[in-house]
Nanobody
């Protein structure tokens, strides 16, 4: 089992940057493929980015490609989301999520394929 805690959210102006962090505790961090999702009121949680257990493979939603970068440090048990050129439509609660890398399949864009979730951190981008 793993526990996840997000941090780094806040209020930023249109075009600004933020760096989110997800701290993991419990089982060895490299056991897990990881992802970032976001959610706005009245909408389902949406995929933002994902990273394989080794950090070699990364995946992004089309809406954030070229602006966001996902990374991880397995020695520190942390995952990051560097968000640049933020837009008002990026405003949401951002969640980190983990899934065991040994599972038979991983639909990285589906929240159903992640077992563990953090409590979320609010990101607000003002226009």
């Amino acid at each position: 089992q793993v526990q996840l805690v997000e941090s780094g959210g806040g209020l930023v102006q249109d075009g600004g940057s933020l760096r989110l962090s997800c701290a993991a505790s419990g089982r060895t961090f490299s056991t897990y493929n990881m992802g970032w999702f976001h959610q706005t009121p009245g909408k389902e949680r949406e995929f933002v980015a994902a990273i394989s257990w080794s950090g070699v493979n990364t995946y992004y939603a089309d809406s954030v490609k070229g602006r966001f970068t996902i990374s991880r440090d397995n020695t520190k048990g942390r995952m990051y989301l560097q968000m640049n050129n933020l837009k008002p439509e990026d405003t949401a609660v951002y969640y980190c999520a983990a899934t065991n890398r040994y599972r038979s399949s991983w639909d990285k864009r589906s929240g159903r394929d992640y077992t563990y979730w953090g409590q979320g951190t609010q990101v607000t981008v003002s226009s």
